[in-house]
């Protein structure tokens, strides 16, 4: 089962961030197993048919029987009572501005077709009534007729917890927070290519977790190409659609040498930066190179909690990142982002942290530059501590799957020789693809929610 599988990796130090609300939404259709004996985790299709219980984290909602509606015209909106009790309420305009018809909606691209001009935002109702066949039946005073079926009603519901229940269900924005004692969960690269379940439980993982370990890839160049189409496509960038971690004679970049690379996130000198990012090792060094990688949002948590005054610096301050060379093509780049960005509840949703390519321009009055320096380096403080940082070492034939606007990862120093030079090859997506795909697969293997 999938949730006993997640249960393995779900060790001492990996939390989840739900809050109060949500974990009472999500309480029915969540239940974790005992843990099992103690081996590496594994996503494969033997362990898919709990998986939705982690993965859609939405209310499983029963087919909604509407006991009667009625129209409040005082406050605009029409009022739902159904079959279990419980009522909803629904804004004239908005019901008028969702008109689910053929005048309204082009239903082959679940798109709109009344435009925001011809709408009256101020209409009222003439008549509303359930139907013979159990919908939502509303005649506006232009004589325009709308019918709502009560399963797109209740799911659209305009209270918190449905609300909340719906945006965890189209953006999985629960996330499982871990340290050290995490081990990675791991899939089959020839199941994922070529099975639903597989795929879909890798990017469930990769969504919660932040990293996901492949299996059994071959040990050449194409790997990471030949993954990216099960998503969709790779993101092109200033080094390439795949780039190739080697080391390399006038570097452009830190990471083609064979030194150690301190804890980062991925190009934060482009404005957009790449939201997930896969590394195959094709071959491995004689000595050395392992892989380091820390849950940034986890160590952000714990900043603001030891020291919420550098949490405040990183998250307001807008620092300059830049990166000059040519690769694919010329570039030079600039950008200015805040270490620690957070949605408008607070929440922690983007790390941006390269020390590679900070650049030299400080955009701050001289009296905050030793504030701005204390309270990133406090940040630093925390990912280095060993009781946070997960230390792995790629084989030929193994790809990671991480989470760039999450993770921070690095690489400890290696040693090569000619006949055995170390070699990665890496390449990037965003997200808006990967959650698309999350979604198509969920709905093969699910159906709809």
């Given amino acids: 089962m999938w949730m006993s599988t997640f249960a393995r990796f779900a060790l001492p130090g990996l939390q989840r961030t739900t809050s109060a609300s949500a974990c009472l939404a ?36 029963a087919r909604q029987s509407v006991r009667h509606v009625r129209a409040l015209d005082e406050e605009r909106v029409v009022e739902v009572e159904w079959e279990d009790g419980g009522q909803s309420l629904y804004p004239f305009t908005w019901l008028r501005d969702n008109c689910q018809c053929p005048r309204c909606t082009l239903e082959s691209a679940q798109a709109r077709l009344l435009s925001l001009s011809d709408l009256d935002i101020h209409t009222g109702v003439d008549v509303v009534e359930v139907t013979n066949d159990n919908k939502v039946s509303i005649v506006w005073p232009d004589q325009h007729m709308s019918v709502f079926d009560g ?50 439980a890798w990017l469930l993982a990769l969504r919660r977790v932040g990293i996901v370990y492949l299996k059994g890839a071959p040990a050449e160049e194409g790997q990471v190409a030949r993954l990216a189409d099960r998503i969709g496509y790779l993101r092109l ?27 980062h996130t991925d190009y934060p000198a482009l404005h957009f930066a790449p939201g997930v990012q896969f590394l195959h090792c094709i071959n491995q060094a004689v000595k050395g190179g392992e892989s380091e990688v820390v849950d940034g949002f986890h160590m952000a948590k714990k900043l603001q909690r ?23 093509c010329d570039f030079m780049l600039q950008s200015k982002k805040r270490i620690i960005d957070v949605d408008a509840e607070g929440r922690v949703v983007r790390i941006n942290y390269n020390n590679a390519t900070r650049d030299s321009v400080l955009d701050l009055p001289v009296h905050r530059v030793q504030p701005f320096y204390r309270a990133l380096k406090a940040y630093v403080n925390i990912m280095n501590r060993l009781e946070n940082v997960v230390t792995y070492k790629m084989e030929p034939g193994d790809i990671v799957t991480f989470d760039n606007w999450r993770l921070l ?33 969920r709905k093969a293997v699910h159906g709809e929610l």
């Fill in 409 to 441: 990862h690095g690489r400890r120093s290696y040693i090569s020789r000619p006949d055995r030079l170390r070699h990665l090859e890496g390449a990037y997506l965003d997200w808006d693809e990967v959650m698309s795909r999350l979604r198509i697969l």
């Fill in 237 to 263: 960038t200033f080094y390439g659609h795949t780039w190739q971690v080697q080391d390399k004679a006038m570097a452009n970049n830190v990471a083609y040498t064979s030194g150690k690379l301190s804890l």
């Fill in 151 to 200: 399963d797109w009603l209740k799911k659209h519901c305009f209270s918190a917890a449905a609300r909340q229940a719906m945006q965890e269900e189209l953006f999985l924005n629960e996330r499982y927070y871990w340290d050290s004692k995490l081990r990675i969960p791991t899939a089959d690269y020839q199941e994922v290519l070529h099975d639903d379940k597989a795929a879909l």
């Fill in 306 to 328: 030891e020291d919420p005054e550098a949490f405040r610096t990183l998250t307001s301050v807008r620092v300059d990142f830049t990166d000059t060379g040519t690769d694919y």
């Fill in 26 to 61: 999500l309480r029915a259709c969540r239940q974790l197993r005992p843990t099992a004996a103690l081996r590496p985790p594994f996503i494969g299709p033997a362990h898919i048919c709990g998986h939705q219980t982690l993965g859609s984290a939405s209310i499983p909602f």
